[in-house]
């Protein structure tokens, strides 16, 4: 198992960071949810992840990059074939309803670096963004999303964790 070290915290208590940092509708009503607030079983990573790291010697021609802002180690993976395997950094709308829309995931802990995070990865070209909720997104309509959003945030003065979802 491989975590960042930025997330070390969470990842040996067996808790999730709180308070949860909705961005919209879906994560105010998650947040209610006392499901979300359980504890989980504590571990160690058997990888630390600090950087960009290759995952050569694990046989996968891919990288980890970091991306925080979902978390402080939110990482995504980008395989030399040009897929970027996202996470949390953007999701499909209506948590994946929507095919091919794209939306901010319920929480982040910070909108303004996860946008920064996000901004990063789309200047490496990816050929397809793959997303823990929803169906692949297309590059070219995250990046127009992507302005929305940033200026979404600049018209919001959002701090860290602060804003609302185009949900």
Sequence with gaps: MAGHVADLGPYRSGRVREPYRPTGPMGRLMARNRKLHV??????????????????????????MPTPGHTAGSVAVLTD??????????AGSFMGLIPGRPANPPFHDDPRQNLASLRSMLDLDPARLHVGHGTP????RVRRWAEREHRRLARRGAGAGAGRSEE
């Design 39 to 64: 504890r989980a079983e504590p571990f160690e990573p058997e990888v630390l992840v600090r950087g960009v790291t290759s995952l050569a010697e694990f046989g996968v021609e891919a990288r980890i």
């Design 81 to 90: 074939s040009g897929d970027l395997v996202a996470g949390d950094l953007i």
């Design 137 to 140: 997104l297309d590059p070219a």
